[in-house]
């Protein structure tokens, strides 16, 4: 029994250790937080010193700033689309080019994004179509979609469905 209590003294003894340097280790992550937190804050400050050096072009400035954040997102999801047409449809770079100017137009002439419209080529091209042809079906399938109020997947479907009867 004295060997259990022992035992037991020593685990515990153990453990009291290590939340004590879990404790030492988490106050240095907290001091780089805060480390970090001071920066954020300092260069907000700058920002706002900068905003009231430029006068009221310190307000036209932000919604630039929140554009940028934002069209980066933009040209991510449309490359990850695109690559994901790639690698279902496989072809050439030139194939490539064309498949990706073809979505650019569609994002330019349709309501749907040139992401919606790389993400309908996508669908396209699991349905075996090649790059001439899911060219050509795209713009009946944005129509459907916009016109049926419905989802690019489904509008694909009907569209690669119905021509297949053909």
């Known amino acids: 029994m004295k060997n259990v209590v ?10 009291l250790t290590s939340l004590n340097g879990l404790k030492g280790a988490s106050s240095v992550i907290s001091d780089g937080f805060k480390g970090v ?4 804050s300092n260069a907000g400050d ?15 400035f932000a919604p ?13 999801d449309f490359d990850d689309a695109m690559r994901q047409v790639q690698a279902t ?8 080019k064309k498949l990706e100017s073809a979505a650019r137009e569609m994002g330019r002439t349709t309501r749907f994004t040139a992401t919606d419209s790389a993400e309908a080529l996508n669908y396209l091209a699991l349905a075996g179509y090649d790059t001439d042809r899911a060219i050509a079906t ?3 399938v944005l129509s459907l979609a916009s016109a049926g109020n419905m989802d ?15």
């Open 64 to 76: 630039v700033i929140a554009g940028a954040g934002t069209s980066v997102k933009t040209f991510v």
């Open 6 to 15: 022992l035992n037991i003294t020593a685990n515990i003894s153990q453990a």
């Open 46 to 60: 700058k920002m706002i010193g900068l905003s009231g050096k430029l006068g009221g072009l310190g307000l036209a």
């Open 152 to 166: 690019l997947a489904k509008a694909s479907d009907l569209v690669t469905d119905s021509m297949s009867i053909l």
């Open 138 to 140: 795209l713009p009946k």
């Open 89 to 96: 449809m496989g072809g050439t770079e030139s194939d490539y």
């Open 37 to 40: 937190g001071t920066q954020i």
